[in-house]
């Protein structure tokens, strides 16, 4: 075997033929990868990867592999050699892998140039070296299971002819109907009931999980299968000249065994991701959630068409999550991209982006340049509409942070797709939905206040609003109360009611401010800011919080407009910086405030952690700038206040917290207090302590509340969060969501919020001035390194053959 493998591959590299193959093959990798603009150019992506060679590698190998393969066997036969080789002791098993083993070194000797690449995309990284190593070598080893299979079909349709172009012909058919035929034959209207298998019998279901660096033992198994198979089909037509019946038994036997070792492994889900930030690799409560799918999901997302290379690689990010979530859910997920603008009639088109603007999609309008210097407005939609049993809900997955650029944005808009794509999943499929109360009765923010955060709490709760009115186990049915904005007092039996359903393990958010700020009196150009206890203060406190009677200011703040007037003329409505209006900063490094943009805070206040209790963790989740203080009641506020610039000098307050994640187990508030006065019904247990629970609390009621646009009679919530003026959208509804979805996360999916994702960036200013370099680097390097190979085996095999 091995002489035949040594006499192939030197056969190969003696011959102009195997030269110019495998210069072909390395110049239009190249041409793609480095000098042709477009999607393909790594230099245009802006990215640091390999992903264009493990994307272009399967066609570029359709042509590649059998023209290394075709004459391995034809020649032999048209020259009459095949009976000499039947005379040498070795067996037709041993020609077939002989030849074999040479096809597929060949095919991978002229994939070695291609180091050129991978140092190349090292050192143009915007820190050198951050490229996914990891990934990287997964995805060569899939291209190798990829040449593997091209090599051991090429060689089955060399030994069916004595012409080299002929089995050419029949190899390129052949690897292209491997890739592509069954999944095309899969959509045929006979096979649909049986799709998902078709589809797995083609090369291309299982090279697109090792080709981004997640090696399935299913995937190994299958590329090994397929390699056996046509090698033995190869040794059965050298063995046909025999006409023994004993050939054909071995041939069967071993197919069934190796459909059977297939079969076997099917069940087996054994996967490593090599990813470095394990990209693909799943949490284990979404893979909980996904085997518990009882029916089919449909996903419908709206990114398709062309639109800038980023959105294009969001695109695929999105690909091959939900191709992850077909796997876990056992192919109960099923998706399908569209392009929202594919219609040529106007009209059409603009029903079509209305109709989706209603069910909750975000549109994205998007300036993409040419080459020539030109550009184009176009408008995206970067979400999903999941149906389930009839029942769609939309998913918008792209973060719009105005303080980062576009590429964090995007990188953001990949790490939080895990748990973007499964709560809806989670939601729409569990048993039971969770019921979430707004309290009433002490002055709470009106419900019109609230509409859109009950809107949007619609996907995941079912909302009640209501009065506690001193009854115990009243709020037992919930999974989470909201306090919005109280500005009356709390009685005494509302809070032993709420303390006894925070021992048995409710949450609570609480949103509230002990100074009172009548923003509706601003229209007169002053109100006045008062100190409001809520009757709170020892409740809370007990808990290990305390919220401060004092407004904070910060430099770093929202705007509101105003009409100035300049020499007794009124001007043009100004926006202009309010500094009562504090911009907060969410905690990076915690899943409910991970990637939001800054909340709006409005006559916020600030809070202390108390207690050193060591069953009670203490989290900040939103906190001032560096530059901000505070003012303590009671003063008065003018809009005057806005037209004067502050001295920052007095602005020395850095990191206030105003909003503050307690866990653990809680005493209570009515521990060593008599209750009998408070509780009526002797069958009421009184708990002295909690069970492991959670509770938020915000020192700014407003943070919660929605404008309101009247006209007249009518009232219309305006989105929360979102500046009137200037459209921008503050954190404030993902805030509130998370929070929400925190305190009654029981299986750790909030958790997923916390993944991480390294940017993966060129150096775009080495790019800008020396992309000829690289381009010149990358496209002669190779071929330079063939014609240099090529040369000294020739002088060294003639230095061998040429001695006296």
Known sequence: MFAIFRKETTGFFSSLTGYIVIIVFLLINSLFMWGLPGEWNILDSGYAGLDTLFLLSPWIFLFLVPAVTMKMIAEEKRLGTMELLYSKPVTERGIVYGKYLAAVTLVLLALVPGIIYYISVYYLGETPGNLDKGGTAGAFIGLFFLAAVYASAGLFASSLTDNQVVAFIIAVILCLFLYLGFDAFAYLPGLRKIDEFVIGLGINEHYKSMSRGVLDIRDIVYFTAVVIMFNEATRMVLLSRKHEKRNWI????????VVLAVFAVSFLKIRADLTEDRRYTLSEPSRKILSGIRNDIFVQVWLDGEMPIPFKRLKRSVGEMLDEFRIYSGRKIDYDFINPSESDDPEKRDALYQSLLEKGLNPVNIQDSDPEGGSSQK???????????????????????PTLTAEENLLHSAEGLEYELIQPIATLSADTVYRVAFIEGHDEIAEVGVADIIFHMARFFTVDRGVIGGTPGILDKYAAVVIAGPRKEFSESDKFVLDQYIMNGGKVLWLLEEVNVDSDSLVTGETAAIYRP????????????????????????????????????????VSVPWLYFPLLTPNPGHPITRNINRVKGEFSNYIDTV?????????????TSATA???SPPFFISLREAEMFPDERSFNKSGLPVAVLLEGVFPS????????????????????????????????????????????????????G??????????????????????????????????????????????????AFWQIVNI????????????LFGWLRKNKYTKP
Request: hydrophobic fraction near 40%; glycine fraction near 6%.
């Open 780 to 791: 002669a390097g190779p071929v330079l390194l063939v014609l240099i190979a090529g040369a």
């Open 669 to 720: 508030a009515f521990r060593n207090r008599l209750t009998g006065n408070l509780v009526n019904d002797e069958s009421v247990r009184v708990r002295n302590e909690s069970v492991p629970t959670r509770m938020i609390v915000v020192a700014d009621g407003d943070i919660i509340r929605n404008e309101v646009r009247r006209s007249g009679n009518l009232e219309t919530p305006l989105p929360l």
């Open 611 to 623: 207690g050193l209790d060591p069953n009670i963790s203490k989290k900040i989740l939103l906190s």
């Open 379 to 401: 408008i995206i939609f970067p979400g999903m509409i999941v149906n389930y049993n009839g029942i769609e809900v939309p998913v918008n997955f792209l973060k719009n942070n």
């Open 722 to 771: 979102q500046d009137r003026y200037t459209l921008e959208m503050f954190g404030n509804r993902d805030f509130i969501l998370n929070s929400l979805n925190y305190l009654v996360d029981d299986n750790g999916i909030m958790e997923l919020r916390s993944r991480e994702l390294k940017l993966r960036l060129l150096d775009s200013k080495e790019v800008k001035t020396r992309r």
């Open 629 to 631: 203080r505070t003012l």
């Open 534 to 573: 809520l009757n709170l203060e020892d409740q809370i406190f007990r808990y290990g919080a305390r919220v401060n009677p004092q407004i904070v200011q910060d430099v770093e703040c929202a705007q509101i407009r105003l009409i100035l007037s300049s020499g007794g003329v009124r001007q043009q409505p």
């Open 250 to 257: 071995s041939f069967g036997t071993t197919i069934i065994a």
